[in-house]
């Protein structure tokens, strides 16, 4: 079973980075497609980027765009989330989700196992 870890989370300035990681401490990682996704105070869960676990296709939120990267290093069963020229709009908790297989069709649904959330908080 697939056991989600997230960390990296904290408190910046706007403009500064924070690179997050997701570690699976189970055995499947190597068959999961990896996803983030981020919820603000009195928001609705939504998608921040995705990575596919075999073909490292990529897919991005518009709103992340030219600022996050997603990669993953499946050795270390770990996938990262680096986030650069930080708002304050990007405050929120963020989850690391996985989905069996290849991300075909939308790659923002069908996410099985969640972690716990990071905290991330941007001041202006």
């Known amino acids: 079973q697939v056991q989600l870890v997230e960390s990296g989370g904290g408190l910046v300035q706007a403009g500064d980075s924070l690179r997050l990681s997701c570690t699976d401490s189970g055995r499947l990682f190597d068959r999961y497609s990896i996803g983030w996704f981020r919820q603000a105070p009195g928001k609705e869960r939504e998608f921040v980027a995705a990575?596919?676990?075999?073909?490292?296709?990529?897919y991005y939120a518009d709103s992340v765009k030219g600022r996050f990267t997603i990669s993953r290093d499946n050795a270390k069963n770990t996938v990262y989330l680096q986030m650069n020229s930080l708002k304050p709009e990007d405050t929120a908790i963020y989850y690391c989700?996985?989905?069996?297989?290849?991300?075909?069709?939308?790659?923002?649904?069908?996410?099985?196992?969640w972690g716990q959330g990071t905290q991330v908080a941007v001041s202006s």
């Open positions: 989700g996985a989905r069996y297989g290849l991300l075909v069709g939308d790659p923002s649904e069908k996410y099985a196992y």
């Open positions: 990575i596919e676990w075999t073909r490292n296709k990529m």
